[in-house]
Nanobody
Framework: QVQLVESGGGLVQPGGSLRLSCVAFGFTFGMYAWSWYRQAPGKERELVAG????????NYADSVKDRFTISRDNAKNTLYLQMNSLKPEDTAVYYCSARRYYDNTNYWGQGTQVSVSS
């Protein structure tokens, strides 16, 4: 049984920071590509950042480059998203995702709400 469990969301003022965590139960990190997605009300889910399961190749949406950092700790089976200089437009539900390399099967967490407001 595999499961992704996100945490770390909350309400923060513009310019603030949050760190999201995603504990991956039952996964072997190297067999998956790891990503954070987000979905704002009335909008489609979009890719925020991704990282390979082996090595440290990353990619980011243009809207979060230089503000967000994706990382993983294989020993803790945990994926992270460090979010700095948060803006109101970053408000969304953030989802952790794992895509299995050999068949492209996707797994999703339940999501964690991030709200940026003064």
């Amino acid at each position: 049984q595999v499961q992704l469990v996100e945490s770390g969301g909350g309400l923060v003022q513009p310019g603030g920071s949050l760190r999201l965590s995603c504990v991956a139960f039952g996964f072997t990190f190297g067999m998956y590509a790891w990503s954070w997605y987000r979905q704002a009300p009335g909008k489609e889910r979009e890719l925020v950042a991704g990282i390979t399961g082996v090595g440290s190749s990353t990619n980011y949406a243009d809207s979060v480059k230089d503000r967000f950092t994706i990382s993983r700790d294989n020993a803790k089976n945990t994926l992270y998203l460090q979010m700095n200089s948060l803006k109101p437009e970053d408000t969304a539900v953030y989802y952790c995702s794992a895509r299995r390399y050999y068949d492209n099967t996707n797994y999703w967490g339940q999501g964690t709400q991030v709200s940026v407001s003064s």
